[in-house]
């Protein structure tokens, strides 16, 4: 499991202990690394004189950690965001000296597979982020705490598209965290070369109007060397799928969470574009390419091979890190319905069955405050959902130079809703293959779309 | 006098018992127990998240109507074929080879066990590298794209490749042994006799290492059937499920689509094939394994 630090076992359950506490002290203190575990958890009394030089540099120690210390560990996916919320939590800990917080890095690749296994051995960290797709059914299982009944006094100044979004039956299962939006990162140099002005893109199946297609041909040069592509077309749900779909007047799923893509002429015609983009214009990077890694076009966009990036806020802080041409942020496409893209929350929830319940749900409270969100957008790694901390976010990026402002025109304006219902990520799942046969032009659009339709529903009924 | 020959008894019986617990006690809690462990599971409904709750055998008659489940044993058995005839046929070469002791063969012999005492999942990571169509090492060498691992109809040989790569050197290693057991002087008399070289093969190097043959089949058709970690590693059953083996399907029944029942009564119907096809097989061989030429 590996989720609960050794300290933690040993301080939290005073009852359970069953070795002596010299014995103890003595088999931990043979473990180098568990010495501070020792100071920490009270067994002291025993190992002073060996252990004493060590407590001056100890730096947990000497901030005054009291002997009953609670580590609560929080499980997050994103690595951008690490650094800030580790930041947030020593400040918590300054002024919440017996509770320290271990942050837990598991890659987004495995995060979805590792929780039901969690959940089913008991394993669960205590506080854990979770998206929409992954939601329901843990809350009908009664996994996650219910926030509104536990932390009835700190659930105030959220982002409401979010809280919209995690509330079921008037009650929210989770503190809302991060909000991401769509827009369209431009690679300025590539565009001004080619004469293309990516500003207010426009696409339309008919042709009528479509601005986006002359832009993604000049801006395309295939066959040397080194290849440019126009733009991201590409199995991402988020970034390109949905709002394609919702741009064209298009539905994923009906209101009743079942999904209906297949069935629905308008989603069917801006997938056919989008896979047209891919594999008849060529003006996107191969299925074959994107399909076999998820982070293809954003690699392709920050080495300067790509010229619009359609993706979300996640990736603002990995595009300024990884792109040294010129690049800013514009609009993300308009469609025939016009510009509708996807906002999709994240949520910090607390695993109901943890031992340290009180501990956990401080920490959450401070995630709900303006002073302890403010530290995930202080450095741009994230929109934050705690709507009096996202001004750190904006005044970040505009001393950086950047107009993050379509970002939040997006989440502001018109959108399609994110994946939601019960078995929401395994829907999604079974759909995939299908999805990805379509972009790679080996099943035809609508059959295709039909095939992952009917595996998504079969998937979800269980 | 009777009542010592029972305590003796007794005593031997013990000891025996004792003697085997340790065996014992690993077959029951690694094998016996999860068997014990699947046979309930398989009758449940469970989505690891809500309590498991009785299905009866709706599950068998779910994996019955399922075309995915009929489609990866398609897969596996195809993937058998590719594998079995390739690596039993390069394992027998590469151990005739061998066993003439040339200078180096020493190295040799190591060498080819290497890839067969590596983790699975590391082969197969290493050779996803190698394969990948836009990165891969291959590719770029030869400066060809080849869609080595998202072609349908590249993935399954691809992945077959690597698993024999991986299997040819253990093959090798139990020929060597059969090619040691055989005596000497049968290939001396059938040489006085006039026989040449494909004759002494045909005749008494092949029918001898039947036993050998018998034991690398059944257990490199079991492994076949169960290949999971390469094809985990290598394309995760795509593209499109042209990967999808039983056991990847198993997988995914359970960790993806959250169907433990499912799952677990497909690995009760793999355990039934496999027990079927290992009995057909061993009395297959015990039919046709001649021993009588050896005096």
Not at chain 1, 72 to 91: C, H, L, N
Not at chain 1, 133 to 139: A, E, I
Not at chain 1, 278 to 293: E, G
């Amino acid at each position: 499991m590996g989720a609960v630090p050794l300290e933690t076992s040993v301080t939290n359950h005073p009852g359970r202990r069953t070795t002596s506490p010299t014995a103890l002290a003595a088999s931990l203190a043979a473990l180098q690394p568990t010495r501070r575990a020792v100071l920490r958890s009270g067994l002291l009394v025993g190992l002073s004189g060996a252990a004493g030089c060590s407590i001056a540099d100890d730096p947990a120690t000497s901030s005054g950690t009291s002997a009953a210390a609670t580590t609560v560990t929080v499980r997050i996916w994103d690595d951008t965001v690490q650094p800030g919320y580790e930041k947030s939590f020593s400040a918590f800990t300054q002024a919440n000296p017996d509770i320290s917080v271990a942050v837990e890095l598991v890659p987004w690749a495995s995060y979805w597979d590792r929780l039901p296994v969690d959940v089913a051995g008991g394993t669960l960290p205590d506080i854990l982020w979770i998206n929409s797709s992954n939601y329901d059914n843990y809350v009908e299982a009664g996994t996650f705490e219910n926030i509104s009944k536990a932390l009835p006094d700190a659930l105030a100044g959220f982002q409401q598209s979010v809280v919209q979004q995690f509330t079921r039956d008037g009650a929210l299962w989770g503190v809302p965290q991060l909000s991401d939006a769509i827009a369209l990162f431009v690679n300025t140099d590539l565009a001004s070369a080619a004469g293309v002005d990516a500003s207010d893109l426009v696409w339309n199946p008919a042709g009528t109007g479509d601005t986006l297609l002359p832009a993604a041909k000049a801006l395309t040069t295939l066959g040397g060397a080194r290849p440019q592509y126009g733009f991201n077309a590409a199995f991402d749900l988020q970034a390109i799928y949905y709002n394609f779909v919702g741009s064209n007047g298009g539905r994923w799923q009906a209101d009743d969470a079942s999904y209906v893509f297949g069935d629905d002429p308008k989603s069917v015609e801006a997938i056919q574009y989008v896979v047209d983009l891919i594999n008849r214009h060529k003006v996107a990077p191969s299925a074959a390419d994107t399909n076999a890694n998820g982070d293809f076009s954003r690699d392709q966009f920050t080495q300067g091979n790509l010229a619009l990036f359609q993706s979300g806020t996640y990736n603002l802080r990995n595009v300024a890190d990884g792109l040294t041409a010129k690049w800013a942020v514009a609009p993300a496409l308009t469609g025939p319905a016009g510009r509708v893209t996807v906002t999709n929350g994240i949520v910090a929830v607390a695993n109901a069955k943890s031992p340290r319940r009180e501990a956990a749900l401080e920490v959450l409270r401070w995630l709900a405050s303006p002073e302890g969100a403010l530290f995930i957008g202080a450095e741009g790694a994230a929109f934050p959902a705690v709507t009096a901390a996202q001004q750190t976010y904006l005044d970040y990026w505009k001393q950086q130079g950047v107009d993050v402002s379509p970002f939040l025109d997006a989440a502001a304006g018109e959108t399609i809703r994110a994946p939601f219902g019960r078995r929401a990520q395994i829907g999604g799942q079974a759909a995939q293959p299908f999805l990805r046969e379509v972009i790679a032009g080996r099943l035809a659009v609508a059959d295709g779309m039909r095939q992952a339709q009917d595996a998504a529903n079969t998937a979800i009924a269980g | 006098m009777s009542s010592g020959r029972t305590s003796q008894r007794t005593a031997r019986r013990t000891a025996g018992l004792l003697l085997l617990a340790p065996s014992l006690l690993g077959t029951t809690v690694f094998l016996l127990v999860p068997v014990a462990v699947a046979l309930w599971l398989s009758l449940q409904r469970w989505d690891l998240v809500s309590p498991p709750t009785w299905a009866g055998l709706d599950n068998y008659a779910a994996i019955a109507a399922d075309p995915a489940v009929r489609r990866s044993l398609v897969t596996t058995v195809l993937f058998t074929a590719l594998v079995i005839p390739v690596q039993t046929a390069l394992g027998l070469a590469s151990a005739l080879l061998l066993d003439r002791r040339l200078p180096g063969s020493a190295v040799f012999r190591v060498t080819f066990v290497v890839p067969w005492v590596s983790a699975p999942l590391v082969v197969g990571l290493v050779w996803r590298w190698v394969l990948d169509p836009s990165t891969g090492a291959l590719n770029a060498l030869t400066g060809v794209r080849v869609e080595w691992l998202t072609s349908p109809a590249l993935a399954l040989p691809a992945v077959a490749f690597v698993t024999v790569w991986t299997h040819v050197g253990y093959v090798a290693l139990f020929y060597l042994a059969g090619l040691a057991a055989i005596p000497q002087e049968l290939g001396d008399a059938a040489r006085i006799d006039g026989a040449g070289a494909w004759r002494r093969f045909w005749s008494i190097t092949l029918p001898l290492l039947r036993p050998t043959t018998s034991f690398v089949l059944v257990t490199g058709i079991i492994a076949s059937f169960q290949v999971f970690d390469t094809v985990y590693a290598m394309t995760r059953g795509g593209p499109g499920g042209a990967t999808q083996v039983i056991a990847y399907q198993i997988y995914a029944e359970a960790f993806t689509a959250l169907r433990m029942g499912r799952a677990a009564a497909l690995s009760v119907v793999l355990l039934v094939v496999m027990v079927a096809l290992t009995v057909s097989l061993r009395w297959w061989f015990a039919r046709r394994s001649t021993y009588e030429m050896v005096v």
